[in-house]
């Protein structure tokens, strides 16, 4: 009796067993054989002894009986039968087209596959059950999410709200609201107890004592001499323009169980990717009015069955979907090196990403290309203030495949939002869909890429001037990104190649790289400076023509810019002129420098010259600025760089002194060299209307015009902490709108040269 305790205090410390598992269960012991315990029943007689040992006897003949039915049970066991892969692949075939077959339908599959009709009718009960378990598990992950996300904008909102401080006294906010009227009052009743308290103390110490007003320090003089006009009369107050977001996901990292779930959705999104780009109609529908390719959204949920599409779309959300083809002057494996590589992607695209970075590498992949999944963040923008950025987090999947005996490689880009709970949204809120690009290799290193942009983006308010140009798509489509590409690409050939004669005092190949790397740092430093990236505050200016004039001031204290306080100021007006008509007027420095006001009646003189494209726009200059001051110890230059694509045009340009440019040719480090740029941005827009000239080619009647966004850069101050009065603001709005009224004049006398020249050819 005390080794049964011990053998039962040995299967664990304090486990509590019941009685009846305790008097029912068997242990055994290598040497010992314990029957099973029962309690000990009272005296028993011989008799009852007997009949309880016919039925042990019975007992035992029963289990043995047990024992030889239960061995032959595995040999009458039901056979399963298993579909073959032809036959599940014709049932799926069928259940994508009709998930509820009849049964004269039912009959004919089970003759052709050769199955009972009952086992067509059962497969596809489970294949509809199962699909239904899949979209319930789908919905719950979302669902889930979304609640998730709800609660942290709540928790989030709350610690907002009670960090709110006056922005005035640096307390906390007055709870209610509080009436303008009364803030009046109250301010009056401060000022005049001021007064009386400044009145009293003066007797004491015989002497005035200065208000509030009068304590507060002047503003330092930061006067433009250099523009000729004079204010008489103080201009009111700017107006500050809303602060852009900022996402602030430091801590945003998948976990080991989310990568799976990754790695599942790549896959899918590159599926929807190669659809969207071999499928036409009835996806995709040619607009006849415009000629572009319209995304039918309701073809596009019945096709793609992928967890993320299944929310429903809200009114508060505008689709965005474009397609384009073109093929480009680079071989697919230099393009997938840059699209895998945050800063060469940065580089690659200077006008339409402001800011992108690699969070996590999920998968490294074959060679870090093939099969690389990546989080990124990237912020893209138009080229102005007035067009709101949009960030967001995605992830960027690379993979090579065979599609009809044909080599592509899929770059998908597919957003984080789905199943990640931790996702700081951006304001406008962006979703980017299943987007990205196939791109196959041509002879000769050429490569044909399809592009495909489709996202959600928040239905907001854009300014009037822009508003058709990011409604279009135009801003963010793929034509643009593909415009873009393909300028870019001849840039980089025209780097890497050797046998292009150059212009000028450029003395090697060596120089000439590095005159274009100085050039290309020049470009990128225009774009981020002139657009709302990085949540840059722009002011409106007040008395600016149909409110599109935007400043901003920022302190520089790093190498590659001027240090100092910068005032960059920002205007767009639209032209009735053909957007190349405005680029060859601009990029010409000898028409350039008719414009009064761009070149203070300087001429320029071209002494290097570099074609970096197939388009003789595509060039970098260095020019000479002749003035009287030059001497020969003493050169003023301008770098100078023009591009234009079929997406719209830059023209920027900065001086540099020889110093600089020598260094740069040199092979030195020409990142400390400091670059102010100004320039231009034309994007075309063709306005659809009654009215205007007719486009023969399409049949529809256009009116054909330019957006001309002019970017403006002065170093205000060399003292970071100095401030800008009105004066500043009201000179440089007076020198935008200066440069503009002579670039319509210059471009209105063109355009009657021309149209004089035309007449007089008819006349012969």
């Known amino acids: ?10 299967m664990g410390g304090n486990m509590v067993v019941s009685s009846e598992t305790l008097f029912t269960s068997t242990f055994q012991n290598p040497n010992f054989t314990y029957l099973p315990l029962e309690p000990l029943p009272p005296m028993i007689t011989k008799e009852e002894n007997g009949s309880l040992l016919r039925g042990k006897e019975e007992m035992k003949s029963g289990s043995e009986s047990e024992l030889q039915e239960t061995t032959e049970q595995p040999l009458k066991k039901k056979r399963y039968h298993r579909h073959t892969a032809h036959q599940i692949q014709e049932l799926e075939a069928v259940f994508k087209e009709c998930p509820h077959p009849d049964d004269k339908q039912r009959m004919k599959l089970s003759q052709e596959l050769g199955l009972k009709p009952r086992q067509v009718k059962f497969w596809f009960q489970n294949r509809r059950t199962q699909m239904k378990a899949q979209q ?7 669902l889930r999410a979304e609640n998730d996300s709800l609660k942290s904008e709540f928790y989030r909102l709350q610690a907002e709200l009670s960090k709110l401080v006056c922005p005035n006294c640096g307390g906390p906010p007055v709870p209610g609201g509080v009436s303008f009227d009364e ?20 007797r004491y110490i015989g002497r005035p004592i200065q208000t509030m007003g009068e304590l507060m320090p002047p503003s330092l003089e930061l006067d433009m001499n250099i523009y000729p006009r004079q204010f008489l009369e103080p201009m009111p107050p700017p107006i500050l323009s809303e602060t852009p977001s900022y996402l602030d996901n430091n801590n945003l990292i998948l976990m080991e169980e989310e990568k799976t779930i990754a790695m599942e959705l790549a896959m899918s999104a590159t599926d929807e990717l190669v659809k969207m780009c071999r499928t036409n109609e009835p996806l995709w529908v040619r607009n006849n009015k415009t000629g572009k390719e319209v995304l039918n959204l309701d073809e596009h949920s019945r096709m793609f069955h992928w967890p993320l599409n299944l929310k429903q779309r809200s009114s508060e959300f505008r689709t965005e979907a474009s397609r384009d083809s073109s093929v480009v002057i680079m071989n697919s494996i230099t393009l997938v090196d840059a699209f895998v590589n945050a800063h060469k ?17 999920i998968s490294q992949g074959v060679s870090g290309t093939n099969g690389c999944l990546q989080l990124m963040y990237a912020e893209l923008h138009v080229l102005s203030p007035l067009v709101p950025t949009r960030e967001a987090y995605f992830l960027r999947y690379c993979q090579q495949q065979n599609v009809e005996d044909e080599t592509y490689w899929a770059i998908v880009d597919f957003p984080l939002d789905g199943f990640h709970n931790s996702l700081q949204t951006s304001f406008p809120l962006y979703k980017r869909r299943p987007s990205g690009c196939l791109i196959q290799d041509m002879p000769n290193g050429y490569s044909r890429v399809t592009w495909v942009e489709h996202a959600e983006i928040e239905e907001k308010p854009i300014h009037q001037i822009f508003s058709h140009f990011v409604h279009s798509g135009m801003a963010f489509g793929a034509n643009r990104w593909l415009a873009v590409l393909e300028r870019q690409c001849e840039r980089v050939a025209s780097l890497m190649a050797t046998n292009i004669p150059d212009i000028g005092v450029i003395p090697s190949p060596e120089a000439r790289k590095n005159l274009m790397r100085l050039s290309q740092r020049m470009i990128r430093t225009f774009c981020v400076n002139i657009s709302s990236c990085s949540g840059q505050v722009w002011t409106a200016v007040p008395d600016s023509t149909d409110d599109t004039v935007r400043i901003t001031t920022r302190k520089v204290s790093e190498a590659g810019q001027p240090n100092g306080l910068i005032l960059c100021a920002v205007s767009t007006t639209w032209l009735p002129y053909p957007h190349h008509h405005v680029f060859d007027l601009l990029r010409d420095e000898r028409r350039r420098a008719q414009l009064e006001v761009l070149s203070n009646g300087n001429a320029l003189h071209e002494v290097a010259h570099i074609a970096n494209g197939s388009h003789p726009g595509n060039c970098i200059s260095l020019l000479r600025i002749n003035v009287s001051s030059n001497s020969s110890q003493h050169v003023d230059l301008m770098l100078q760089e023009s591009c234009t694509n079929k997406s719209g045009s ?43 000239c007719k486009d023969e080619a399409n049949g529809h009647n256009i009116t054909t015009g330019s957006l001309l966004t002019v970017g403006l850069q002065v170093l205000a101050s060399t003292i970071p902490s100095a401030k800008i009065n009105l004066s500043s603001i009201a000179a440089i709005n007076n020198h935008l709108c200066t440069t503009v009224q002579q670039i319509s004049s210059a471009l209105s006398s063109n355009c009657i040269g021309s149209c004089n020249e035309g007449d007089n050819g008819k006349e012969k």
Not at 1 to 10: Q, V
Not at 347 to 361: G, N, T, W
């Open 1 to 10: 009796m005390y080794g049964d305790c011990e053998a039962i205090s040995s």
């Open 345 to 361: 992607w940065m580089e690659l695209f200077p006008s339409i990403v402001a800011r992108a970075k690699c969070v996590q590498v």
């Open 650 to 692: 830059l023209v920027v340009y900065s001086t540099v002194d020889v110093n600089s440019v020598q260094l740069a040719m040199s092979g030195e480090d020409p990142s400390c060299i400091p670059l102010l740029p100004l320039g231009f941005f034309i994007t075309p827009m063709e306005l659809v209307n009654d009215g205007g």
């Open 183 to 202: 803030l009046r009052i109250e301010n009056a009743r401060l000022g005049e107890e001021l007064e009386r308290v400044c009145a009293i103390a003066s």
């Open 136 to 142: 319930d598990r789908s919905e719950n992950v979302i």
